[in-house]
């Protein structure tokens, strides 16, 4: 059963620091997706992954996946108010049940 | 905005009842996706309906059951209602054309009280 384990699960830090969550899955995957959310909103996505080695980035935050090691992280950059939120990384199974497999999200909280 | 449009917004049922909550999906996209999302967890997935097939269920019991239209437009149905059903129901759709860039678009969620 493909497992997905998010730490940390909260996090408070003050702007301006760096800071990475880490995303760990239990079998291999197709494709690993970023997610934010809002309180009482929807998900939106900002990465989606596909292979080893693969890093992308949008402004402050930036996500790399190592299929061997089955890690990703998300790396946020000097960080602002504005982030805060909810991030949840979640794992396509390699079957391709289509089935996503959602992290259990980590809770972030930045500081003015 | 992503363009998935569900509704209700907000409903409150009692324990024994049924519901159905109702999802459009973003033009153009052929594949909806249903999940589950309690309170301070990850969205857990339901079932998944692509051209008005069922293409994957997750471990969820047979209450749960969904449909899809010809517009691609979903519904999920809940019968017998239980307490552990409260939760953010979650819609998502996507075309499912080109695996390798697929993304997921989410709707704003039903949230679903049952009392």
């Known amino acids: 059963e493909l497992k997905v384990e998010q730490n940390p699960l909260f996090l408070s830090m003050q702007e301006g620091k760096n800071y990475t969550i880490y995303c760990n899955y239990s079998t291999t995957s197709d494709r690993l997706y970023w997610y934010r959310q809002d309180p009482g909103k929807s998900l939106e996505s900002l990465f989606v992954l596909l292979s080893n080695g693969a890093v992308k980035q949008e402004g402050r935050l930036m996500a790399s996946l190592d299929t061997k090691a089955r890690l990703s992280t998300l790396h946020i950059t000097a960080a602002v108010h504005d982030l805060s939120a909810t991030y949840f990384c979640a794992v396509d199974r390699t079957n391709r049940d289509d089935k996503i497999i959602f992290g259990k999200g980590t809770r972030l909280h930045i500081l003015p | ?115």
């Open chain 2, 1 to 115: 905005e992503t363009g998935v449009t569900q509704s209700p917004t907000h409903l409150i049922k009692t324990r024994g009842q049924q519901v159905t909550l109702r999802c459009s999906s973003q033009s153009g996209h052929n594949t909806v996706s249903w999940y589950q999302q309690a309170l301070g967890q990850g969205p857990q997935f339901i079932f998944q309906y692509y051209r008005e097939e069922e293409n994957g269920r997750g471990n969820f019991p047979p209450r749960f059951s969904g449909l899809q239209f010809p517009n691609y437009s979903s519904e999920l149905n809940v019968n017998a209602l239980e307490l552990d059903d409260s939760a953010l129901y979650l819609c998502a759709s996507s075309l499912s054309l080109d695996r390798a860039t697929e993304k997921l678009f989410f709707g704003s969620g039903t949230q679903l009280s049952v009392l």
